[in-house]
């Protein structure tokens, strides 16, 4: 997100058509970097960056870049300035309408300034990478994310930056499941290759509203949380001034999304909240902002919005259809150096991953080692099944002798045309695993399951269920829904260490047994 936009866009955060929500808020600040103040900021171009951050160089990787965007537009003459400005050939876009939205420069300088942003850091990160020009589209709509998605993986996208989002407290409130709508389709865009970066938010913990919040769709599992920090040439601290309430990084637990095991090291999540953000950070503090070019003009500018495409640009460089990477990136900490200073209210910067910085800023060519000799994932395997209201009942199974890393990913579909999908995957010998998770169905569902002996983890999102019956077996289980309603629930976790977690859910009739 960008910094500095008065009121909501359209006078409110969501309304309904066709159950997407129209585009939460997008935070822009803008700083033009007068020649009497430039002494008192540090101002990065986004090469200078890059090789602050070690970005590797003569990679010949050839990912296509896309951007989410919901407003604004952008020139051809800026961009081309941009490219003077940092001795890169000339930046080529194309454009594609998700709902009949077009790209319109030249009627809000926020949404101009957030759409400059993305595209000319993106290019210049993937430029500086691998000294080639990058193919970008720009995917406009009127707050379509889960279409977006969709448009990205049938664009042959490898990278979608999102530099839009607003807290979960707004989310619930005025559209209520759709999160658990837009993370399902992320997990299917993942599925298919695409790896995506949003930024977390630059109203610090507060994330703009009362209490502590996180924003979404950084908050998504399978969505790359992008936080802040305010880097100089001498050091580096977490973005925000320590109040909640003011300007810094977004950052904290969700209260939708249930605790990540793929988090490895993360710190615990306060009582009824889950899945952490970020999950990495880089510059964003306005005042050791990177310099863009906007109507014409050289602009220092800041926001998280400025980290989620520096990433976009850097992982396009790196391979095509990498997919779901954070889980590679949170088993390699080494590869990000640790942010241990700085608070953004609620939460303070640590030894180790916090909810400030993630894992901290990235050692480029120590991230490219992880990927440099990453095949690209089977597509999953997909099967259609069309649920009307005679069938409405699903039965799982899992096998303790399945110790592959591959899994197969069962696609649903209600008669309504709304997608259900269920994963299953299994661990390394020794310590089998069944992973299922279903999200997205619109009909009331009755869930039968039996995964056997091992490690389990089942979650449900966004689901009306009339019966919810799981006999998970011995080993460490894990069983959580997000946005459900439930009639009655019935889960045997069997012996081992259980865990058992119900966000924002209702349950009738519960009857879990083997969990603390």
């Known amino acids: 997100m960008l910094l500095l936009l008065a009121g909501l866009l359209g006078g409110s955060l969501f309304s309904f058509e066709v159950a997407q929500a129209s585009p939460p808020n997008s935070h822009p600040y803008v700083r033009y970097p007068h ?5 008192s900021y540090t101002a990065w171009s986004v090469p200078n ?36 400005l940092n001795g890169m050939p000339t930046i080529s876009v194309s454009n594609v309408s998700i709902d009949g939205t077009q790209n319109s420069p030249g009627w809000n300088y926020d949404e101009d300034a957030e ?71 992320a997990q299917a865009a993942t599925a298919a290759g695409l790896a995506i970066f949003a930024a977390s938010g630059d109203n610090s913990s507060s994330d703009g509203d009362y209490g502590t919040n996180v924003d979404c769709p950084a908050s998504c599992p399978h969505i790359v949380g992008c936080g802040g920090t305010s880097k100089t040439t001498s050091s580096e601290v ?46 964003a503090d306005p005042n050791t902002g990177i310099i863009i070019v906007l109507d014409g003009y050289e602009v220092l500018i800041g926001g998280t919005s400025a980290v989620a495409p520096l990433y976009s640009g850097l992982f396009a460089a790196l391979g095509k259809k990498l ?26 910067a640590a030894v180790g991953p916090d909810p400030c910085s ?43 002798n399945n110790n592959t890393k591959s899994g197969t990913q069962l696609l649903l579909q209600s008669s309504a045309g709304t997608n259900l999908t269920l994963s299953t995957n299994s661990g390394t010998a ?11 169905f619109s009909g009331n569902l009755t869930i039968v399951g039996n995964l056997s002996d091992g490690n389990d983890v089942v979650s449900f999102a966004g689901l009306p269920l009339t019966t919810i019956t799981l006999e998970l077996g011995n080993g460490n289980d894990t069983a959580s829904m997000t946005l459900c ?30 969990f603390p």
Not at 64 to 71: A, C, D, H, R, S
């Open 238 to 283: 977490v973005w925000g001034d320590g109040r909640a309430t003011d300007l810094g990084t977004g950052g904290g637990f969700s209260a939708i999304f249930p605790v990540q095991s793929f988090q490895i090291g993360a710190p615990s999540a306060p009582k009824g909240l889950g899945r952490m953000v970020p999950d990495v950070a880089a510059d």
């Open 485 to 514: 309603t439930v009639g009655t629930c019935t889960i045997d976790g069997g012996a081992g260490t259980n865990v058992f977690v119900a966000t924002s859910t209702k349950i009738t009739t519960n009857k879990n047994t083997n």
């Open 35 to 39: 020649a009497q103040q430039r002494e």
């Open 323 to 348: 997919g779901f990477v954070t889980p590679t990136l949170w088993k390699a900490p080494t590869a990000f150096a640790d942010i241990t200073s700085g608070s953004n209210g609620t939460y303070k």
């Open 358 to 400: 993630g894992l901290g800023v990235p050692r480029g060519t120590a991230v490219v080692t992880l990927f440099a000799k990453t095949a690209p994932p089977p597509p999953p395997n997909l099967v259609a099944i069309n649920y009307n209201t005679s069938s409405k009942t699903l039965t799982l199974t899992g096998d303790t």
């Open 430 to 440: 020794g310590s089998p695993t069944t992973s299922a998770t279903i999200s997205g």
């Open 115 to 185: 759409v400059a942003l993305d595209i000319q850091c993106a290019a210049a990160a993937y430029y500086y990478a691998t000294g080639t020009m990058p193919k970008i589209i720009v995917f406009f709509s009127q707050g379509d994310f889960i279409n977006t998605f969709k448009a990205a993986v049938a664009n042959n996208c490898d990278v979608l930056s999102i530099s839009w989002g607003a807290d979960e407290k707004s989310w619930q409130s005025e559209a209520p499941g759709y999160a658990a709508q837009v993370e399902a389709a």
């Open 49 to 84: 960056l890059c090789k602050a951050y070690s970005f590797p160089t003569k990679v010949s990787a050839s990912g296509v870049i896309g951007i989410l965007e919901f407003g604004g537009g952008w020139l051809q003459s800026d961009l081309n300035a941009f490219s003077k």
